[in-house]
């Protein structure tokens, strides 16, 4: 049974940094790439960045490009979405979802603000 | 990057009724390989989004045969034959053809 599990979120300053992670078992995660998508709240959904099985090619949403770098773990099926200098406007339940965005996780919260 | 827009934004449904979401693109969805990369999900209260729908037409595993995806090119439609209680949330489409992937406005559903 393919399984996704965030963690890392939590209450942050504007300028701060966090690091997500998202956990994964029930299937080889090094070949498979995978992305984040986030939702403010009561917003609708955003997607943020990608990576490759190999961590050879990843992509972001402009808005995020410059401060928020995808990594993976591929020894520790793990994923993981590094945010530095964040904003207000990056407050969010974040996802992380399978390369083909067939299977999600239920998310962990991010809220930044003073 | 590739806009989507859902008509209508909220749909309140008699159980046992049929259901129409429209999604429009603004550029063709389809990849030269031959495949459509469009996408239908739905977003239960409190829960993550889940996988209805898979290059237009296509459920995913364990998806009820009411829930079903057409069109091509720009103009797409998911139809729910007969509305449960269970189908309640938000119905977003979403397209993978170019980064950024991009998601409609989201489509909320209630019974009446």
């Known amino acids: 049974q393919v399984q996704l599990v965030e963690s890392g979120g939590g209450v942050v300053q504007p300028g701060r940094s966090l690091r997500l992670s998202c956990a994964t078992s029930g299937f080889i995660f090094s070949s498979l790439g995978m992305n984040w998508v986030r939702q403010a709240p009561g917003k609708g959904l955003e997607w943020v960045a990608v990576i490759w099985s190999d961590g050879s090619k990843k992509d972001y949403v402009d808005s995020v490009k410059g401060r928020f770098t995808i990594s993976r773990d591929n020894s520790k099926n793990t994923l993981y979405l590094q945010m530095n200098s964040l904003r207000d406007e990056d407050t969010a339940v974040y996802f992380c979802?399978?390369?083909?965005?067939?299977?999600w996780g239920q998310g962990t919260t991010v809220t930044v603000s003073s | 990057d590739i806009v989507m827009t859902q008509t209508p934004l909220s749909l309140s449904v008699t159980p046992g009724q049929p259901a129409s979401i429209s999604c429009k693109s603004s550029?063709?969805?389809?990849?030269?390989?031959?495949?459509?990369?469009m996408y239908w999900y739905l977003q239960k209260p409190g829960q993550s989004p889940q996988l209805l729908i898979y290059e237009v037409s296509t459920r995913f595993s364990g998806v009820p045969d009411r829930f079903s995806g057409s069109g091509s090119g720009t103009d797409f439609t998911l139809k729910i034959s007969r509305v449960e209680a269970e189908d309640v949330g938000v119905y977003y489409c979403?397209?993978?053809?170019?980064?950024?992937?991009?998601f409609g406005p989201g489509t909320k559903v209630d019974i009446k």
């Open positions: 550029q063709s969805l389809l990849h030269r390989d031959g495949k459509t990369y």
């Open positions: 979403m397209q993978s053809l170019q980064l950024p992937v991009t």
């Open positions: 979802a399978s390369m083909g965005l067939d299977v």
